[in-house]
């Protein structure tokens, strides 16, 4: 149980375009989401709080209008980079608060974006 | 906010031997997680161990919230053990994680 999924794996872009990333709780609902990014060889950094019907909450330093992030439903999230350029690179991670009422995070596989 | 020390940053093994990976956090906890993460990046979860100790097959974790630290012992480790073992903690009333840095493991044949 608590399977998250994100679609696509991987993509690879040209600069200036937007690349649209999916994470789905397969087997439950989740009110709140969250999405992660990741360097090489780095830990993971909290990008966003995606709570489903209200606005997302955004870390310090995480551009909102370059990180648009939706959870229009109960089990998806969608994170969108707008413009898209070389720096935004990265391994993207969500991630879904257990159901239950437990503080417990269950994470999807990631995205790798590469951005030409 | 909350600050997550893990140590050894790095670990090199035989394989059959056993390890132990400790977390140090600096502020109460509601949330601790130790995940494993493979070579694809998907992050594995181990244990949910806010406190008390729990067995998983090879794998066991403590966490003495008190003293503001966990540890994961992996015994007779395996060469599929290899990959970065991931502390991430939840201050006390926030739903946000906090990673630390992780410990590279390597289990050698």
């Known amino acids: 149980g608590a399977v998250v999924s994100q679609h696509p794996s991987w993509v690879i872009c040209k600069s200036g375009t937007s690349v649209k990333i999916e994470c789905r709780s397969l087997d439950f609902q989740a009110t709140t989401m969250f999405w992660y990014r990741q360097f090489p060889k780095q830990s993971l950094m909290l990008m966003a709080t995606?709570?489903?019907?209200?606005?997302?909450?955004?870390e310090q330093g995480v551009e909102k209008d370059k990180f648009l992030i939706n959870h229009a439903s109960l089990t998806l999230s969608t994170l969108t980079v707008t413009s898209a350029h070389p720096e935004d690179s990265s391994f993207y991670i969500c991630?879904?608060?257990?159901?239950?009422?437990?503080?417990?995070?269950?994470f999807g596989p990631g995205t790798r974006l590469l951005v030409l | 906010g909350i600050q997550v020390e893990q140590s050894p940053p790095d670990l090199i093994l035989q394989e059959g031997a056993n390890s132990t990976l400790r977390c140090n956090f600096s502020?109460?906890?509601?949330?601790l997680q130790w995940f494993h993460q493979n070579p694809w990046g998907q992050l594995i979860n181990l244990f949910y161990?806010?406190?008390g100790t729990k067995q998983n097959g090879r794998l066991s974790a403590t966490t003495v919230a008190t003293e503001r630290y966990s540890l994961l012992y992996i015994s007779s480790s395996q060469t599929t053990d290899s990959g970065v073992y991931f502390c991430a903690v939840g201050e006390g009333g926030s739903e946000k994680l906090v990673f630390g840095k992780g410990t590279k493991l390597t289990v050698n044949p």
């Open positions: 161990i806010p406190s």
């Open positions: 995606s709570n489903e019907g209200s606005k997302a909450t955004y």
């Open positions: 991630s879904a608060r257990a159901p239950g009422g437990y503080w417990a995070q269950y």
């Open positions: 502020d109460s906890v509601n949330n």
